[in-house]
């Protein structure tokens, strides 16, 4: 019986070390998986840097080790089919679907999080704050559910997929007024506004009859080109101006009235988003040659008319400035009292009323700067400082002064400009400004003609008529690559960064639009604005200010993106390299080419340029 007992016993052991070592088997592979998937979500959730920073150094270590390099422009290498470096950027994770409209600098929930003390009565929470780099969001924004590619310009100047901009706020806010309406899948615009109930082109008629202008057109035979369009709305004013080949610079703030701007941007109206409030617009001065602002609700008053000084940096000597406001017809005492102050300030600044009928006023700059040496000593506004620089637009706080004329007494700026079309290839009215010879600027103009005409070539197989309509030039130059495309039906925000030689007032001059920016930080405007981003050396100078990592501007370039859009980004061989890397974690991999770029007066020898098409990606959480 002993011996039986301990043969159970033994038994009984070695079964029980058999259940343990299973139940410490299933609890390694069930803690494994954990670990396993806690640092994947760990990873996805913070950055994909080290391994960038691998290819970096993996592809460095290629490049100084090849010897041969490639023969300009005698090379395409398509990128699904080749790779200099057999390391890639495996993924980046989504965002969480309530940053899908996120603007990272223009975040107030953001503002509240880090307890920014803002004067709300200066409008400072919707200027722009940044977050700081560890409160960057690194990872790709989604779309809204039920997102559509967006409908094609000139269709979606007169209606949007409602599931793009999935708000209706402004249709019922603005019923009365003809905004826009709600009609099935669709947001339509009819084209009415808060002072034009019969339509933004009767009202345009209207202002050029105003002022006399043949066929109530206020192009006037090309002498009013650019536009600024204060408190926008959703840009119908603008809408309507570019049939007359006038070009609106359409601004509003991220403010209550819901995405204006982003209404705005998937109609295919250039815009962008903007507060008058302590900081310079980031506009060049003399930009203009009219501003607008219809019902914006702006204290023009305010602060000895800071605001107001701000619209008069922006116009060019001779610009109009066309106001329709109640205190401009009304007979109520507090109407009356705003349009005695009004008309007291705009004297003092040396404008003169041009017309004023109904419900609005339009008031013309001076021309000259023989007004401003005729006001009484001591007279405010006064002129701004002789070392004041009116184009530094770039995070500059606003000044209750006025901006001098560059030009010697008598001389006007207006009567120089020469009208639109020939202002575009004419030499800048500001060139000599730069240092720079006519000669400079007319080579930089045939260059950009060879490079877009290249562009689009190799982009045939990918592009129809219509593919492009929002276009950004992330470094603009001159302004040569828009001109290169005016011809065709897209309109180019031309971005100048900061810092580095302000060619902007140039680009202006010549009839174009723009902003300046500085890359380091996230630009103002919605997800999903661009059909085509543009960046010429941008990638290059970020790295050479190193406020930024190629991720942060890759990321950057995939918010403002819109699905199906293309980029084409013009560097270094080595940094053309590093992107491709990312191709696939970005989804920008719907089509891609390389070529080695062509030898011109601009390139140097080993640049590349890189096409890639981003996908329609929906996360499958969202599918």
């Not at 041009?354 to 006064?382: F, L």
Request: aromatic fraction near 8%; charge should be negative; glycine fraction near 6%.
């Amino acid at each position: 019986m002993r011996g039986r007992n301990d043969n159970y016993k033994g038994k009984r052991l070695a079964f029980s070390a058999c259940l343990m070592l299973v139940a410490l088997s299933i609890i390694g592979i069930f803690y494994g998986s954990f670990l396993k998937a806690a640092i994947q979500s760990k990873s996805d959730s913070t950055h994909v840097q080290d391994v960038g920073e691998m290819a970096s150094r993996r592809l460095g270590k290629n490049m100084a080790e090849d010897d041969d390099g490639n023969e300009a422009g005698s090379e395409t290498d398509e990128v699904a089919g080749h790779s200099d470096s057999d390391v890639t950027v495996k993924s980046f994770p989504s965002c969480d679907l309530r940053h899908s409209e996120i603007i990272p600098c223009l975040d107030r929930h953001l503002n509240s999080q880090l307890k920014l003390k803002l004067n709300l009565s200066l409008m400072e929470h919707y200027e722009r704050h940044c977050p700081p780099p560890h409160r960057r969001l690194n990872c790709l924004i989604p779309p809204p559910p039920n997102y559509k590619v967006p409908i094609q310009w000139p269709a979606s100047r007169d209606e949007v997929w409602q599931s793009n901009v999935p708000h209706t706020f402004l249709a019922m806010e603005k019923s009365d007024q003809h905004w826009m309406t709600i009609k099935g899948e669709k947001v339509n615009f009819p084209g009415g506004g808060t002072h034009f109930h019969d339509g933004a082109d009767k009202y345009i008629a209207s202002l050029a009859k105003m002022l006399r202008y043949d066929d109530e057109n206020l192009s006037n035979h090309g002498n009013i080109r650019t536009v600024l369009d204060v408190g926008c709305g959703v840009a119908s004013f603008g809408a309507y101006l570019l049939p007359l080949d006038i070009l609106a610079m359409s601004v509003a703030p991220n403010d209550v009235h819901e995405n204006q701007i982003q209404f705005a941007l998937e109609r295919g109206i250039p815009s962008t988003l903007g507060i008058l409030g302590t900081k310079r617009l980031p506009f060049p001065s003399k930009s203009f040659d009219l501003a607008h602002c219809s019902r914006c609700r702006i204290d023009w008053l305010q602060r000895d008319g800071i605001l107001l000084l701000e619209v008069d940096r922006l116009l060019r000597p001779g610009g109009f400035f066309a106001w329709s406001s109640p205190p401009a017809y009304r007979d109520d005492e507090e109407d009356v009292q705003i349009w005695n102050g009004m008309s007291d300030l705009v004297e003092r600044m040396c404008w003169k009323v041009a017309s004023k009928e109904g419900q609005t006023v339009i008031w013309k700059k001076a021309e000259t700067a023989d007004c401003y040496n005729k006001r009484p000593e001591g007279v405010a506004p006064p002129l701004c400082d002789e070392d004041d620089d009116p184009d530094s637009a770039w995070d500059a706080p606003m000044k209750a002064c006025i901006s001098r004329f560059s030009q010697g007494k008598g001389e006007t700026r207006k009567k120089q400009l020469v009208a639109w079309p020939s202002r575009l290839t004419s030499p800048p009215l500001r060139l000599k400004d730069l240092g720079v010879s006519n000669q400079h600027f007319q080579k930089d103009d045939i260059v950009w003609q060879s490079r877009v005409d290249l562009y689009w070539k190799q982009m045939d197989s990918e592009i129809e008529e219509h593919t492009f309509r929002n276009i950004m030039d992330m470094r603009a130059h001159f302004g040569s690559f828009a001109a290169a495309l005016v011809s065709k039906p897209v309109w180019v925000m031309n971005v100048v960064p900061t810092p580095g030689h302000n060619t902007l007032p140039l680009i202006y001059d010549r009839g174009l639009i723009g902003s300046l920016h500085n890359w380091c930080e996230s630009f103002s405007t919605y997800p999903r604005t661009y059909d085509l981003l543009h960046a010429w050396n941008v990638f290059s100078d970020i790295e050479n200010q190193g406020c930024s990592s190629m991720e942060d501007l890759l990321l950057e370039m995939d918010r403002i993106l819109r699905p199906k859009g293309f980029v084409i980004i013009r560097d270094k061989g080595l940094v053309i390299d590093q992107i491709r890397t990312y191709l696939s974690a970005l989804h920008w991999d719907a089509w891609s080419t390389v070529v080695s770029a062509e030898s011109d007066e601009l390139s140097t020898e080993d640049d590349k340029i890189l096409f890639a098409r981003k996908q329609l990606f929906i996360p499958d959480d969202d599918a």
